[in-house]
């Protein structure tokens, strides 16, 4: 997928720029995933780089849990998963050959949790099928991080 593939995150802005002064010291961060598909689709690519954050306690976390996901995926079917041995999967987005969306809330569980039972690092990675030209993604997760 090398057509259009962007990672902002929304909250803190400008968060890897080094603009933002308070960038160490976050319990939450907002991330959007987007992407327009050349037919090649993306395996196992990390949009969520957990080295590049800061926890409260100024630590990188060694943890993220789910709390919100928003998304729209258009035709193909994307796979979001835990840096894990073997990795584990956050959800699974399947559009079908044609539009998906929804907005699931996983606050009211206290987020959907990494397992981290292993010493891999946790970041977040995307991996997308049965994509072809034109297909496209847009997502939006809000992510706990976890010392």
């Known amino acids: 997928m090398v057509d259009s593939v962007k990672v902002e995150y929304l909250y803190p802005p400008k968060m890897l720029d080094g603009v933002w002064a308070e960038k160490s010291g976050n319990r939450r961060v907002t991330v959007r995933l987007s992407g327009i598909s050349d ?24 943890r993220t849990a789910l709390e919100l996901i928003d998304y729209l995926v258009n035709g193909l079917t994307i796979l979001l998963e835990w840096d894990r041995a073997p990795h584990a999967e956050i959800i699974r987005l399947n559009g079908n050959g044609g539009p998906d969306s929804g907005k699931m809330d996983y606050c009211s569980i206290g987020g959907k949790v990494d397992p981290g039972e292993d010493d891999r690092t946790g970041d ?3 991996t997308s099928t049965n994509a072809d030209a034109g297909d496209s993604y847009d997502i939006t997760m809000c992510l706990r991080l976890k010392d």
């Open 124 to 126: 977040i990675l995307l």
């Open 39 to 62: 037919g090649t689709g993306e395996t196992d690519v990390i949009k969520v780089r957990l080295s590049d954050l800061k926890t409260v306690s100024g630590k990188v976390p060694t």
